[in-house]
């Protein structure tokens, strides 16, 4: 069966008029003056939040109107070396609209439900039969007609319900642990920001010492996890979402596990991430510190005071770098008590990552069992 015989509307951004009239009606502008969002693959891997967002006027979203987005609409990125990927646009509780190499996916729910065409193309499945789709190889993509050609096969309505269920209870568990994080985490900036705002301050390196990572060279990326002794190999990109770079575990290599902190200082200056296990790359540094200021340390780098500093000796235009600022980031002379206070938090964190990489496994086995 054919996607375009399940669905009501299959269209993108291009959709809404030629190039030239997209460059003139169609202009981005900062979230003061923008009415919709834009949603992107880069705003879904960075958890939609203002740091790299876009918006269009009303004007503008207007006229793209083709392409104006509702929360759980199926989202697939058709152009680049992340084509494939599948999302559903969140609920922003404003107005919405699909950015550029994505294509929109609206099911006739009276073939197939939402929730399970979502499933069926985010599934191994579901990314095959999109790559299968794939012209071009400078920049690989596909386009709206491949999409709508696509050949897929479907369960019956019962069964539908059985795998939305079944899958579905296992996202709930996912969005409530990242909810409860996502908590976490402000509890402890509002510690910490509270805390700089009234204590003394030191260097951060008075406490730690930060490792950066090493560059093995994208000739030695293995792309597929081929054998269950390969490890992941860490870039900046994969502190917001992990992707599938792997390598083969070497002595030579910076290693860190689930309880370290990354942070960033090329690409994207003072983005950091804790959870994460593999080999990490030169963009990247590792936090070495006694196990007791994790928690203050962690809090630290997400601070007001620290981002700002990082932000602050930023430098260059394509590309940031800031390890400069490393030697001025500082750290508040806090008490142990709130030191343990900032720890219970990150540990609590860290515990609640290891159940999600649990669930996403179990989620990863229930999709390849029902496609």
């Known amino acids: 069966m054919k996607l375009e015989e399940l669905t009501n509307t299959i269209t993108d951004y291009v959709a809404n008029g030629s190039f030239a009239s997209l460059r003139e009606n169609a202009k981005y502008v900062d979230k003061a003056n923008g009415y919709a969002r834009v949603i992107r693959?880069?705003?879904?891997?960075?958890?939609?939040?203002?740091?790299?967002?876009?918006?269009?006027?009303?004007?503008?979203?207007?006229?793209?109107?083709?392409?104006?987005?509702?929360?759980?609409?199926?989202?697939?990125?058709?152009?680049?070396?992340?084509?494939?990927?599948?999302?559903?646009?969140?609920?922003?509780?404003?107005?919405?609209?699909?950015?550029?190499?994505?294509?929109?996916?609206k099911p006739n729910n009276t073939k197939v439900s939402n929730k399970y065409l979502y499933y069926l193309l985010y599934s191994e499945y579901g990314h095959n039969k999109l790559i299968s789709l794939v012209s071009g190889s400078a920049m690989p993509k596909f386009n709206k007609t491949d999409l709508r050609n696509m050949d897929i096969t479907i369960h019956t309505p019962e069964v539908q319900q059985h795998i939305i269920n079944t899958i579905g209870s296992v996202d709930d568990l996912i969005e409530n642990i990242n909810k409860q994080n996502e908590k976490l985490l402000h509890i402890g900036l509002t510690i910490i920001n509270g805390l700089n705002g009234s204590l003394g301050h030191q260097k951060l390196s008075s406490i730690c010492e930060l490792a950066k990572g090493l560059e093995i060279g994208s000739q030695n990326y293995i792309e597929t996890l081929a054998n269950e002794s390969l490890i992941h190999y860490l870039r900046v990109g994969d502190l917001l979402s992990l992707g599938s770079t792997f390598v083969e575990p070497s002595s030579d290599l910076m290693l860190c596990s689930d309880d370290d902190i990354l942070i960033a200082f090329d690409g994207a200056p003072g983005r950091n991430a804790i959870g994460l296990e593999g080999a990490y790359s030169s963009g990247i540094y590792k936090v070495n510190c006694n196990l007791n200021y994790k928690g203050l340390i962690y809090f630290e780098i997400n601070s007001e005071l620290n981002q700002k500093i990082i932000k602050d000796h930023s430098q260059g235009t394509t590309i940031l770098h800031a390890s400069k600022a490393i030697p001025f980031l500082e750290i508040a002379k806090t008490d142990e008590q709130n030191n343990k206070k900032l720890n219970v938090l990150f540990k609590q964190i860290i515990k609640n990552k290891k159940k999600l990489k649990q669930l996403n496994n179990e989620k990863r086995l229930l999709l390849s069992k029902y496609f």
């Open 41 to 105: 693959l880069t705003d879904e891997n960075n958890n939609y939040s203002e740091e790299d967002a876009i918006y269009v006027s009303k004007l503008s979203y207007d006229f793209l109107s083709k392409s104006k987005l509702e929360a759980g609409d199926i989202i697939v990125t058709n152009v680049g070396a992340y084509l494939g990927t599948v999302f559903q646009c969140p609920d922003l509780h404003i107005p919405m609209t699909l950015g550029p190499n994505a294509v929109l996916i």
